[in-house]
Each structure stands twice: as C-alpha cells, then as structure tokens.
C-alpha cells in the first residue's frame, strides 16, 4: 500500500495568514494526489484533483502542486471558513490511501 | 447535481453483519469512468477507503477488509450496497458513499454512523 504522510498534523494560524501543508507519498504517485476539506460532521469536500487542478466552485485562494512523492496544499489568506481539516489522498494506486489529515485551528 | 445518500440500521450487534445502502440521485450510476466506493471514519480519525465496485458489476476491495466485505450494485435502482460480516467494535465508524475516479471522490453521501455494540 501507498502511505501518504501529512505535515504538520494540526496548525494554528490567523485570518490573512499564509498556510502550506505537505503531503509526501511512500513512493511516486506522479499526480495522482488529491486534496480534501473536512468540517465538523460533514463529508469531506474535494478541493484538488491531479494535484493542482482546482475543483469548479473552489476559492483561488486555494491551490495545489507537486509530483513524484511530494505534494502541497497552500491557503494563500486564510479565511474563517477555512478553518477545517485537510486530507490528501492517492488514485495512483488500489487501495486508494488517505493522508492521516491536518487540522487548521484559529490562533 | 449528483447526490448520494446512505441508509441502513445504525446498530449491530458483535459478530453480526453490517448493511448500508446508497442511493444515488441525479445522475447515471452506469457511466463508465466512475468507481462506487465506501469510506469509513472512525470516531475523531482518518478516512479509510473499504472498495469499490465498477458500473459493470467488477468489485474491489481493500485488502485490509477483503474478507469480510461485500460491495453489490443494482443499476434499475441506482443503488449500491456494502455488507461487512462478523464485525466488532474496531468496525464502529462513519460510513460514507462516494463517486470516485482518478481524479478523487467527487461526490459524498452525508454519511451513517454505524455503531457496534451488544
């Protein structure tokens, strides 16, 4: 199986506030990876397919890169809304894998 | 606008077996390109991917759960379905259904909690 290991777990930040996180793989998934948000008692939402190609509706302010084994989401002003977890996942392979989530909390 | 929607009993029991159902609305469940899959969350935890099935009726799942699990598909009712047997309290979660492809899971269910317990 493909592991996907996200840095940090969870981060504090404010509003206006740069975010990055990173999502590295256990080996290339070449773009393959794709990032989700997470609210409280919600289904996650897809944010990011292929790496950086964002989803219809999605914020610019969010964006992806990345290939091989290293990947980031970054949040370019963060707003109230955003405050959630992030999961990155793989379809480069079966089983599909998830990251283990980043949580990002207000400071 | 596709929607999915789980349903199936909240509560098993130790060793019995799990039933959930998706109901999707909105769209095609024959399209070709899109993988019908269960996801499980357990409390406060990660997002584990259970398997798939393909309109054409082919299933795949994650090895981690192979042997227990089963994903069917009825296309006249636009549903698919997942059977877990002999579960235990590890198998408490929040199962969602989802559309996959190689491009991610586009579309969630709001999802079921199913808890195990005697």
């Known amino acids: 199986d493909i592991q996907l290991t996200q840095s940090p777990s969870s981060l504090s930040a404010s509003v206006g506030d740069r975010v990055t996180i990173t999502c590295r793989a256990s080996?290339?998934?070449?773009?393959?990876l794709n990032w989700y948000q997470q609210k409280s008692g919600k289904a996650p939402k897809l944010l990011i397919s292929a790496a950086s190609s964002l989803q219809s509706g999605v914020p610019s302010r969010f964006s992806g890169s990345g290939s091989g084994t290293d990947f980031t989401l970054t949040i370019s002003s963060l707003q109230p809304e955003d405050f959630a977890t992030y999961f990155c996942?793989?379809?480069?392979?079966?089983?599909?894998?998830f990251g283990q989530g980043t949580k990002v909390d207000i400071k | 606008q596709v929607q999915l929607q789980e349903s199936g009993p909240g509560l098993v029991k130790p060793s019995q077996t799990l039933s959930l159902t998706c109901t999707v609305s909105g769209g095609s469940i024959t399209s070709g390109g899109f993988y019908w899959s269960w996801i499980r969350q357990h409390p406060g935890k990660g997002l584990e991917w259970i398997g798939y099935?393909?309109?054409?009726?082919?299933?795949y799942y994650n090895p981690s759960l192979k042997s227990r699990v089963t994903i069917s598909l009825d296309a006249s009712k636009k549903q698919f379905s997942l059977r877990l047997i002999s579960v235990t309290a590890a198998d408490t979660a929040i199962y969602y259904c989802?559309?996959?492809?190689?491009?991610?899971?586009?579309?969630w269910g709001p999802g079921t909690l199913a808890t195990v317990s005697s």
């Open positions: 080996q290339s998934i070449t773009i393959y």
């Open positions: 099935i393909y309109y054409s009726g082919s299933p």
């Open positions: 989802s559309r996959g492809a190689f491009t991610g899971f586009d579309y």
């Open positions: 996942q793989q379809s480069f392979s079966t089983p599909w894998t």
